[in-house]
């Protein structure tokens, strides 16, 4: 029997964005022909290669209105005279082209949202841009029929909101293992103190990060990998305040070169900041990342993170977002290496327990149907 078609669309970078491969890897395994269209910089890393199909749309604008524009009208004639049965739209931003061809072809629109969209910090201070995309969501999101997001928190809005049956698929990891990479020269004898992934922005801790590096000794050493619209400012900050020897940071990476990275970590930090809405109800993919690495977590405690450390006891909740008393916490672990070790042995339970291979069972529950 022939397989039945999703077309996919998003305007990430695919070969960064762990949850759209982990979900199209799992509707190709399901029987679906999965093809995902998403979008391309003459920067963009190079395509790794999928069970499924991958295409993008070569894009020039990469900021303000026009970047959207110019990827959701190719985006719509893609999809206009593309062969498929389903469409799949990821995050409102490629949602509105979906949702006029599927009407105007009538033909089944899922809908997976990463995040609390028009809670994004980059809308707080633009608001004829966030009355826009509120317009477009108020329009759409009620009519939408198969609705998933990243975890409760986000969908109980939504929910309260539009008043949608919202499911839950976390941005938990495949269980793999990863070939170890040798520890660079430079990091012999370090404590590494990580923080990656490419939303590197304000109100998420970058800053306070780096600076709280005047106040540990020489034996710490920070990396950032990853990027996002805070990374120059941290990369002039580095240099301003004098950290070059102490802090490092490497662009953004492919999955399986940021896992070899991320397991020669001591700690694993994610500093979501409670002021935004989108940030407060976050459950970052590089919690999980972490975890699966064996590296303990130091996060703040916004409330989908701080049940994952008090329920698996794999890493602390900081009780502030002072530089100098942050420093005092990280070093408290460090020094007290019992309790440290604990964390990174609960690490491998949590693992165990927070992987795609449960998880998936969720996303297969929604999709069998169709078939």
């Known amino acids: 029997m022939k397989r039945k078609t999703i077309t996919v669309s998003v305007i990430s970078e695919l070969t960064t964005d762990q949850r759209v491969i982990r979900i ?5 395994e399901m029987g679906f022909d999965v093809k995902v269209i998403a979008r391309k910089f003459s920067d963009s890393l190079p395509l790794d290669k999928y069970n499924f ?3 993008r749309i070569s894009c020039f604008f990469r900021k303000g209105f026009m970047q959207f524009a110019e990827f959701n009208t190719k985006l719509f ?33 899922f809908y997976d949202t990463h995040e609390y969209y028009t809670g994004v910090p980059e809308l707080k201070d633009s608001p004829v841009k966030k009355r826009i995309w509120k317009f477009f969501e108020d329009w759409i999101f009620p009519k939408l029929k198969t609705v998933y997001t990243v975890n409760d928190s986000i969908g109980k809005l939504y929910h309260e909101e539009y008043g949608n049956s919202i499911s839950v698929i976390r941005n938990v990891p495949v269980s793999m293992t990863i070939d170890s990479k040798p520890m660079p020269e430079h990091w012999k004898g370090k404590i590494i103190l990580l923080m990656q992934g490419i939303g590197i922005h304000p109100n998420r801790g970058g800053l306070e990060l780096l600076e709280m590096m005047k106040f540990l000794p020489d034996k710490y050493y920070l990396v950032y990998i990853g990027g996002g619209s805070l990374w120059n400012t941290i990369v002039q900050k580095r240099k301003e305040w004098g950290l070059e020897r102490k802090v490092e940071m490497i662009g953004k990476m492919s999955p399986v070169q940021l896992k070899q ?5 001591h700690f694993g930090f994610s500093l979501d900041g409670f002021e935004n809405i989108n940030y407060l109800y976050n459950l970052p993919n590089k919690i999980f990342d972490y975890i699966h690495a064996g590296v303990p977590v130091i996060a703040t405690a916004i409330p989908e993170v701080k049940a994952i450390i008090q329920q698996y006891k794999c890493g602390i909740c900081l009780t502030t977002q002072n530089p100098e008393e942050m420093a005092e916490q990280v070093a408290e672990q460090i020094e007290n290496n019992e309790c440290y070790q604990i964390m990174k042995a609960n690490t491998v ?3 165990r327990e927070l992987c795609w291979e449960k998880e998936k069972n969720k996303l297969i529950d929604i999709y069998q149907p169709f078939l």
Do not use: E, G, W
């Open 53 to 55: 199909s991958a295409t």
């Open 349 to 351: 339970i949590a693992a």
């Open 261 to 265: 990275h991320t397991q020669l970590a």
């Open 24 to 28: 199209c890897s799992t509707l190709q």
């Open 77 to 109: 004639f893609y999809l206009l005279f593309s062969k498929t049965n389903y469409f799949l739209a990821n995050d409102l931003d490629s949602l509105v082209p979906n949702y006029m061809v599927s009407k105007l072809r009538s033909k089944k629109l």
